[in-house]
Every structure is written in C-alpha cells, then in structure tokens.
C-alpha cells in the first residue's frame, strides 16, 4: 500500500484516506506519509495564521530524513514566528491524532530542527575548550570559568532560541504521551548535540553536584545562552547524561546528609530505620567495627568516609539482597581460649562423645556442647579439630538421643577411628535472599522468599525489600551502582506498577512462559478444567483470567509492591519524567560489557600532575603496566582506586595520578625505591612514588646505563610495587592507626578464620563479571569487602609474611614482630588467613594513607555457578 494525501484547494488537509495501488509493471510512484484526521488542528489559539505557517512544517514530516540544510532553514524561521506555546499545543495535538508513522517523521524533523541551531555554536564552544585545555589539569575546570569561555559561543539568537524551544518540547511531548515507563528506551528521541553541550560542563558539574549553587549556575547559564532548561527535558538525553541531572535534582535543596551507620553482613535491615523516609539525601555510610578508632552515633567504625565508603555501601546494600548466609558465630568466641570436646566422625555424621560431669567441663567445652544441642537444620557450620584440620558442612538433620549427633551434607573423608579434638565451631545461619538466579529467564530475578512474603520472617523480608527500593532511589541520587544486574523488565514495572501487565510483557524476558500461556488460551475446555483442578483455580476461572493471573505472579510478585513503595517514597515522579526502563538499568545497574573488558585509558579521564606529565620515561612505562595488566589486575587495580570493582561509566570520573613524596639525599631516594603507591578513593587518586627520579639519583643504576635500560628498570619496579599494593590492599583505619602510637593502635589478634573451603552457593551470580581468570585457591582481596588502601613498603620485604591484606613483620623464629604490639601466632597454614592490619614501627620505611575495609580479611577463588569467578 502506498499512502497518499489528499489536498483540496485550501491547501488543508482533508479527510484521511488510504489509497491501496497495486504497482504493476512500468509502474514508479513517490509519497510521504502524512496523513491526519481532518480535525487534527482544531485547538484552542489555533488561529488562521498559526495554521498557515504551521501546516507546511507538518507537511514536511514524512520527508524529514531528506530534507536539505536551506529546507531546515526555512522550517528555524517558520517556527522563530509564532508563539511558542501555541506551536508546541498544536503540534502536540496533532500528534495524539496522527499514526505512529507520522509521529516518527515529527521527531525526526523537530530533531533536525535543533541539530541545525546548535551544531556550529557547541562545535566552536569544544574547540575552544580543546584549546584553552580545561579538564587537562589536576583540577576540574571551574564552571565560572568554563561559561565565560563558552558563553560567547553558545548564545542563540532569538529566532533560533524560539526554534529550539518548540522543537525541543515537542519532542519531549511525543515521548512522553506514553504512561511512565512504558518503553523499554527512548533512545529515539535523543538529540546528540545535547548531550555535546552538558558533556562540556560535566567535570565543573560533578564538583559537589548536590550543592544548590550548582544548579542555580546551569540555569542561570541556560537562560544567558537563550537555551532550553535541558534538565527538565531527560527524553531527548541519553543516559549518561540523565544520571548527571537526576544526581542534580532528587536531592531538594537545602537537604542535610544522611548519616547511617551498618553492619557489612546486615546492610538493608540495619539501614531500614536510617534510610530517610520522604526524599532523597546524600549518604555518608560508616561500617561498624569493633576494632574502629572512630565513633559515630555512639558506635566504633571504621575509618573511611566520602565517596569511596559510599559506592562501597550501594555494593554492600545490593550484595544483601543476594545473601544467603548470616553473620558468623564462632564458639567459643575468638577471644575466648579454645575448646577441647571429643567428637567421632562416622560417614555423613559427628557426634558429641561423652562427657566428664558437667561441672569438670571448661566454659568452652559447655558452649561447644551448647551449640550442638541449638543446632538446626540448613546451618553451615565450620568444626576446628585440635590437630589443625577444618571443616565445613551444611547440616542436613540433628539427632539427639543421650548424645547429639549432627548429619551433614557431605561425610567425613578420612575420619578417624578414635574421637577426635573440637576446638571451635563458626556457625552461619541460612538467611532468606530476596533475588536469585531465575534459570527460566537466565536472570537476576525474585526469590520465592521474596515472592511470598509469609511465614515468621515475613515482616523482616518486607523491611529489607522497601529498604532495597529506597536503595535504588539512592544510588540515582548518590550517582552510585548496585552490584548486580537487573533485567528492564524490572525496571519496567518499577516505574509503571499501577499499570496492569499483559502476556504481550513477556516476550523477551521469559519466552518460555510466554509460549506455554499462549498455548492456554487455545486448550479446549476439557483441558483447561483439568488444568485448574491441579492448581486449585477457581471454577468459574476464564483462560484470559487465568493467564493474567500467571503474568502477575511471575512480573510483579508481592515483593515488587515493597520495592516499589520505597523507590517512590524517595523519587519523584517529576524528576524522572522522561527516564525509560534501560535508562534506570543502565544508571543503578554494572554496565556488564565494561566490566568484562576493562581499558583504564577509556573509562577513567585521567590527569597527571605536572611532574610526571612532564617525565615521558616515567608515563610510558605507567601505561606500560597498565596495558599488561590481566582482567584481574585491573578488577584490583579499580578497587584500589576506586574502593569498588564495578568500572564507571566511560568518561564519568577522573583517575589523579600524583607525584607527593619529596626525597632529597641519595638514602631517602634508596628508601624510596621500596616505597609502595597509595590510593584515595573518596577522589580516585593514585599517589606513586618518584621511581624515576629514585633510579636516577640513588645509584642504584649505573651513571652509563642507557635510556633503555633505565626504561626496563623503570617499568620492572612499577609493575612490582604496583601489584603488590594491588593486591595486598587494607584498611581505611591506617588513616587513624597512622597517627597512634604502635602499642595503642593495635587490636588484638583475631583467631583464624576457617575458610579453607568455601561453601558454594547455588544459583548465586558471581560479582564479577568476567571470566574464571583466577586460578582456584589463589588468594585475593574479595571484591566487596576488600579495599582500595594505600600499602605499606617495608625495608626488608624478605622478613614479612603476607597475611591476607598485609605486610606484618616477622622475627628470625616468624613470630610477629613484637614492636607491632601483636600476639606471636604463627599461621598452621598457607591457606588460612589471618583478618588484621599491620603496625608499623617508627624506624620502619613504609607508607600508610586512605584506603577502605579496615578489619576486612582476604578469601580464596571459587568457582562460581554460571562460570564466573567468585570471591
């Protein structure tokens, strides 16, 4: 069919009518699509005048991808001389009346329309940024600075201002006739130019992005350049540049920050009562610590505080969701001495043997004997034996007649013959997750738990679920991401969950069910009655009623009303006007392609002072170690910096690398060869030593060595000490123990942690992205719990052992150095870990500085279902 238009001697356009021609042989035809109900520009103002100059632009709608510049030209002046009001009320009229592919053909013409008017004024304001070098500094730019730069170049003339006001709105109108939410992108309806305009502002924008004054300039800015307010305009953005304005405006003006202090294993319930309650707010999270050197709301925590324990609180609030085991109860406590209980270990069973009267027994001994007795089934227990061995298990039944006997899922390998020795039990008891893999849709999806919302921990489960909305609305306005993927159907019902959903909804997400519903609506009655008999319908159930009722349960099961509720009790729907389902995704959500394949140059603007930038030696073999570092390397590279795993948006956020330490004689330029880089990650700095200039002035290379052999020991020491700090990262609390005394900063030492086998999780997605790149038991910082700290350089690195996360300093007999003010406790093995954080002495050479986790200890890889590596 070809559509016509019929025009009568007016020169308006008449009733619609399609003309269906059959194109036979030597037949050519030329049309447009541009047909409208007769009565499409009966509004109130449309007077004669408006419709005279009016019609021809809608005319040129179905022709807009071929339009020339001198058409477009035409349509500016069209649009420059008629009020704006009552242009955008009449086109917008007509696009609630019109087909789809007219409407289309509008967007694209109104799009050209602002294209043409800005195009030349943003080209001029990059180049005179690019030459000026604002951004290439240290610092950002100051927004001052860049709008006088830029304002001269961006001003409009009034005839374009009004030209781009229609079209911009007009835009934003046909995109948002639809209900909230009820696309999954809207990427149609961006205009890139636009966004070319806010990204010349985007660094001076992110300098205290809450901060009112920041607002007040851009508009003020706006309005000097005869601009649109584009902030109120999301459709015609993309989502980069949305999550920058949102950041912008859900937090009010005049709003103090929120103070919420957590604990890492029970993020969502312990931030329920803290969260606010009906707007937005700037977080500053703490963790609790009992070993902190800080105090908030009454409560030790740990040190960091800024942007770093920020995006760390969004990864630790998300990872709740997915968990699936509580904290840790170690019997007897840690501090506690040991238990001596004899236990025999028969196939899948350990049983309590028995005991001397009660009254013989040790305090340990009882709470051992204790804890077998409180035992329940699905607890994950990790048993120390005296000789060293540990174990873990999930019990899967408890017996108790005379002596308790525990059954676990796995026997006992080797299990001796005679009793052996219990010295500690870890417990962990099964916690509910709110979202799991769902195998159907190959997604993140609600758990039945969550689906549900019954029984005794039901009340718990809808306070961890609101929280976990109110989480979401935050990351948006803290310009932070969650650890998890989320698919669009989500965020689909999450902004429109007052709309009913419909079988049409499931096509892409679970085509599996979206098959075998569809097969319901076709069975004949005798079927479907046989159907409702096994699932204990109603009678009286239609087919149609029934296959509503499936696509509610599967989309908006009752946990999505308590997401929904806390999302919306902090968001506004004004705000998010114009924001579609992948936008929300792609704002709170781990860009998954960026975390698979990592390139540091890409994602991160990245400054260095004037000192290195000046030292080529010193930047290539820096980008030489960068290049070489594996998928791995960089996912510790990013905690280190950033306190995170998950990698920014592209072009987002600054990575600063600085040159800080002074060293004057040839001694300290040697002491700074063994000098470790340092990170902060509340500003993405990378502190690094002067190796450079160390190599040059220490005499460690000979005064004849050539510039490539002072490039390859170059390059060797950085790439050493780089992954070293890398991957021997620690706490935020060095910040405070920096400043202490030895003796008074030191806790006490932590009894190992029985972690030698991990438990797997099943159906758990693993937190990274990327392939099984570690080898099994290789140790590392775990991703969310290790963090992005400065390190610390020791004379002797040959004299100290690697204890998870730190360099702590041995004598000859590998006792801990007693001027660290620890207790000499050897490791029983390789594989255990130790969770503490090294002192070090005065006379030591080392550095300590900023980083995040302070009492956090390091885990081995497993292998994670779905292939991934996890931690």
Same mark, same amino acid.
């Given at each position: 069919?070809?559509?016509?238009?019929?025009?009568?001697?007016?020169?308006?356009?008449?009733?619609?009518?399609?003309?269906?021609?059959?194109?036979?042989?030597?037949?050519?035809?030329?049309?447009?699509?541009?047909?409208?109900?007769?009565?499409?520009?009966?509004?109130?103002?449309?007077?004669?005048?408006?419709?005279?100059?009016?019609?021809?632009?809608?005319?040129?709608?179905?022709?807009?991808?071929?339009?020339?510049?001198?058409?477009?030209?035409?349509?500016?002046?069209?649009?420059?001389?008629?009020?704006?009001?009552?242009?955008?009320?009449?086109?917008?009229?007509?696009?609630?009346?019109? =087909?789809?592919?007219?409407?289309?053909?509008?967007?694209?013409?109104?799009?050209?329309?602002?294209?043409?008017?800005?195009?030349?004024?943003?080209?001029?304001?990059?180049?005179?940024?690019?030459?000026?070098?604002?951004?290439?500094?240290?610092?950002?730019?100051?927004?001052?600075?860049?709008?006088?730069?830029?304002?001269?170049?961006?001003?409009?003339?009034?005839?374009?201002?009004?030209?781009?006001?229609?079209?911009?709105?007009?835009?934003?109108?046909?995109?948002?006739?639809?209900?909230?939410?009820?696309?999954?992108?809207?990427?149609?309806?961006?205009?890139?130019?636009?966004?070319?305009?806010?990204?010349?502002?985007?660094?001076?924008?992110?300098?205290?992005?809450?901060?009112?004054?920041?607002?007040?300039?851009?508009?003020?800015?706006?309005?000097?350049?005869?601009?649109?307010?584009?902030?109120?305009?999301?459709?015609?953005?993309?989502?980069?540049?949305?999550?920058?304005?949102?950041?912008?405006?859900?937090?009010?003006?005049?709003?103090?920050?929120?103070?919420?202090?957590?604990?890492?294993?029970?993020?969502?319930?312990?931030?329920?009562?803290?969260?606010?309650?009906?707007?937005?707010?700037?977080?500053?999270?703490?963790?609790?610590?009992?070993?902190?050197?800080?105090?908030?709301?009454?409560?030790?925590?740990?040190?960091?505080?800024?942007?770093?324990?920020?995006?760390?609180?969004? =990864?630790?609030?998300?990872?709740?969701?997915?968990?699936?085991?509580?904290?840790?109860?170690?019997?007897?406590?840690?501090?506690?001495?040991?238990?001596?209980?004899?236990?025999?270990?028969?196939?899948?069973?350990?049983?309590?043997?028995?005991?001397?009267?009660?009254?013989?027994?040790?305090?340990?001994?009882?709470?051992?004997?204790?804890?077998?007795?409180?035992?329940?089934?699905?607890?994950?227990?990790?048993?120390?034996?005296?000789?060293?061995?540990?174990?873990?298990?999930?019990?899967?039944?408890?017996?108790?007649?005379?002596?308790?006997?525990?059954?676990?899922?796995?026997?006992?390998?080797?299990?001796?013959?005679?009793?052996?020795?219990?010295?500690?039990?870890?417990?962990?008891?099964?916690?509910?997750?709110?979202?799991?893999?769902?195998?159907?849709?190959?997604?993140?999806?609600?758990?039945?738990?969550?689906?549900?919302?019954?029984?005794?921990?039901?009340?718990?489960?809808?306070?961890?679920?609101?929280?976990?909305?109110?989480?979401?609305?935050?990351?948006?306005?803290?310009?932070?991401?969650?650890?998890?993927?989320?698919?669009?159907?989500?965020?689909?019902?999450?902004?429109?969950?007052?709309?009913?959903?419909?079988?049409?909804?499931?096509?892409?997400?679970?085509?599996?069910?979206?098959?075998?519903?569809?097969?319901?609506?076709?069975?004949?009655?005798?079927?479907?009655?046989?159907?409702?008999?096994?699932?204990?319908?109603?009678?009286?159930?239609?087919?149609?009623?029934?296959?509503?009722?499936?696509?509610?349960?599967?989309?908006?099961?009752?946990?999505?009303?308590?997401?929904?509720?806390?999302?919306?009790?902090?968001?506004?729907?004004?705000?998010?006007?114009?924001?579609?389902?992948?936008?929300?995704?792609?704002?709170?959500?781990?860009?998954?392609?960026?975390?698979?394949?990592?390139?540091?140059?890409?994602?991160?603007?990245?400054?260095?002072?004037?000192? =290195?930038?000046?030292?080529?030696?010193?930047?290539?073999?820096?980008?030489?170690?960068?290049?070489?570092?594996?998928?791995?390397?960089?996912?510790?590279?990013?905690?280190?910096?950033?306190?995170?795993?998950?990698?920014?948006?592209?072009?987002?956020?600054?990575?600063?690398?600085?040159?800080?330490?002074?060293?004057?004689?040839?001694?300290?330029?040697?002491?700074?060869?063994?000098?470790?880089?340092?990170?902060?990650?509340?500003?993405?700095?990378?502190?690094?030593?002067?190796?450079?200039?160390?190599?040059?002035?220490?005499?460690?290379?000979?005064?004849?060595?050539?510039?490539?052999?002072?490039?390859?020991?170059?390059?060797?020491?950085?790439?050493?000490?780089?992954?070293?700090?890398?991957?021997?990262?620690?706490?935020?609390?060095?910040?405070?123990?920096?400043?202490?005394?030895?003796?008074?900063?030191?806790?006490?030492?932590?009894?190992?942690?029985?972690?030698?086998?991990?438990?797997?999780?099943?159906?758990?997605?693993?937190?990274?992205?990327?392939?099984?790149?570690?080898?099994?038991?290789?140790?590392?910082?775990?991703?969310?719990?290790?963090?992005?700290?400065?390190?610390?350089?020791?004379?002797?690195?040959?004299?100290?052992?690697?204890?998870?996360?730190?360099?702590?300093?041995?004598?000859?007999?590998?006792?801990?150095?007693?001027?660290?003010?620890?207790?000499?406790?050897?490791?029983?093995?390789?594989?255990?870990?130790?969770?503490?954080?090294?002192?070090?002495?005065?006379?030591?050479?080392?550095?300590?500085?900023?980083?995040?986790?302070?009492?956090?200890?390091?885990?081995?890889?497993?292998?994670?279902?779905?292939?991934?590596?996890?931690?």
């Amino acid at each position: 069919p070809i559509w016509l238009t019929v025009q009568g001697n007016s020169g308006r356009i008449g009733p619609a009518v399609v003309f269906e021609v059959t194109m036979g042989s030597g037949c050519t035809g030329r049309g447009s699509a541009s047909i409208v109900p007769e009565d499409a520009d009966d509004i109130t103002g449309a007077t004669p005048e408006l419709r005279a100059r009016l019609q021809p632009v809608a005319q040129l709608a179905g022709k807009a991808g071929t339009l020339s510049d001198k058409k477009i030209n035409e349509i500016i002046d069209a649009l420059s001389q008629v009020n704006p009001e009552h242009a955008r009320d009449w086109f917008l009229h007509r696009l609630s009346k019109s =087909m789809a592919k007219w409407r289309a053909g509008l967007v694209l013409l109104m799009q050209k329309v602002i294209a043409k008017a800005l195009e030349a004024n943003v080209r001029e304001a990059e180049e005179l940024v690019a030459k000026d070098g604002h951004g290439d500094a240290t610092e950002p730019a100051n927004f001052e600075d860049l709008a006088t730069l830029c304002g001269d170049a961006l001003k409009l003339d009034e005839r374009r201002c009004q030209a781009v006001f229609v079209a911009v709105q007009v835009i934003d109108g046909a995109a948002n006739a639809m209900v909230l939410g009820s696309q999954d992108s809207l990427s149609a309806y961006s205009v890139p130019v636009l966004d070319r305009l806010v990204r010349l502002f985007h660094s001076s924008l992110c300098v205290d992005i809450h901060n009112a004054s920041n607002r007040l300039q851009w508009q003020e800015f706006e309005e000097a350049c005869g601009l649109p307010p584009i902030e109120r305009y999301l459709s015609l953005l993309t989502y980069s540049t949305k999550a920058l304005f949102l950041t912008m405006r859900l937090v009010p003006e005049g709003v103090t920050p929120a103070t919420v202090v957590v604990r890492r294993g029970q993020v969502l319930l312990d931030a329920s009562d803290q969260l606010p309650t009906d707007h937005a707010a700037v977080l500053l999270p703490y963790f609790e610590s009992s070993s902190g050197t800080k105090k908030v709301q009454g409560r030790r925590v740990e040190g960091g505080e800024g942007y770093g324990p920020r995006k760390e609180f969004f =990864m630790a609030a998300s990872a709740d969701a997915l968990r699936r085991w509580g904290d840790p109860k170690t019997v007897p406590p840690n501090s506690a001495p040991s238990a001596n209980v004899d236990v025999s270990c028969r196939n899948s069973s350990i049983s309590l043997e028995s005991s001397s009267s009660p009254e013989e027994q040790a305090l340990a001994d009882k709470q051992v004997r204790q804890c077998f007795a409180q035992a329940c089934v699905g607890d994950r227990v990790c048993f120390e034996f005296a000789d060293g061995m540990t174990i873990e298990r999930i019990i899967t039944g408890v017996h108790s007649n005379g002596k308790v006997s525990l059954f676990v899922n796995e026997s006992f390998e080797h299990s001796p013959v005679a009793p052996s020795k219990l010295r500690r039990c870890l417990v962990h008891k099964p916690t509910l997750p709110l979202f799991e893999f769902h195998r159907g849709t190959g997604q993140t999806w609600f758990s039945a738990y969550a689906a549900q919302l019954s029984g005794p921990n039901e009340q718990e489960q809808q306070r961890r679920l609101r929280s976990f909305g109110k989480v979401l609305a935050l990351a948006v306005a803290n310009n932070c991401k969650i650890s998890f993927d989320l698919p669009v159907m989500f965020f689909r019902v999450l902004l429109r969950h007052d709309v009913p959903l419909a079988l049409s909804d499931l096509p892409g997400f679970d085509d599996l069910l979206h098959s075998s519903l569809s097969k319901v609506l076709k069975m004949k009655h005798v079927q479907f009655a046989g159907l409702k008999e096994v699932e204990a319908m109603p009678a009286d159930m239609s087919r149609e009623d029934y296959v509503a009722e499936q696509v509610k349960c599967i989309l908006s099961p009752k946990g999505m009303s308590e997401v929904h509720s806390g999302f919306w009790s902090l968001a506004s729907r004004e705000v998010l006007q114009g924001v579609a389902a992948s936008d929300l995704r792609q704002i709170v959500c781990p860009t998954t392609a960026h975390s698979r394949h990592i390139d540091i140059r890409r994602i991160f603007r990245v400054s260095m002072e004037d000192e =290195m930038a000046e030292c080529v030696p010193f930047v290539d073999a820096f980008w030489s170690v960068m290049d070489s570092f594996s998928a791995d390397e960089k996912r510790l590279f990013l905690i280190f910096i950033t306190g995170v795993e998950m990698p920014p948006e592209p072009g987002t956020e600054r990575l600063i690398v600085e040159l800080p330490f002074s060293a004057f004689s040839q001694d300290e330029h040697k002491a700074m060869l063994s000098m470790l880089p340092q990170a902060h990650t509340c500003s993405n700095t990378l502190e690094l030593p002067n190796y450079h200039e160390a190599l040059l002035e220490s005499g460690e290379m000979a005064a004849d060595a050539s510039d490539e052999a002072l490039a390859v020991e170059l390059k060797r020491i950085l790439g050493e000490k780089l992954r070293l700090a890398i991957r021997e990262s620690t706490g935020y609390e060095l910040d405070a123990i920096s400043s202490q005394s030895p003796i008074e900063a030191a806790p006490a030492l932590k009894a190992p942690n029985f972690s030698q086998n991990l438990f797997q999780e099943p159906q758990r997605l693993p937190l990274s992205a990327g392939g099984p790149e570690v080898a099994k038991d290789r140790w590392r910082p775990t991703p969310l719990i290790a963090g992005s700290s400065a390190s610390k350089a020791i004379t002797d690195q040959s004299s100290a052992t690697s204890l998870g996360s730190s360099f702590v300093p041995r004598d000859a007999n590998q006792n801990v150095y007693p001027g660290t003010g620890k207790a000499n406790l050897p490791l029983r093995s390789p594989e255990c870990s130790v969770p503490q954080r090294a002192v070090v002495p005065a006379e030591w050479s080392g550095l300590v500085s900023n980083g995040s986790h302070s009492d956090r200890i390091a885990e081995p890889a497993i292998e994670a279902d779905g292939g991934g590596t996890e931690f």
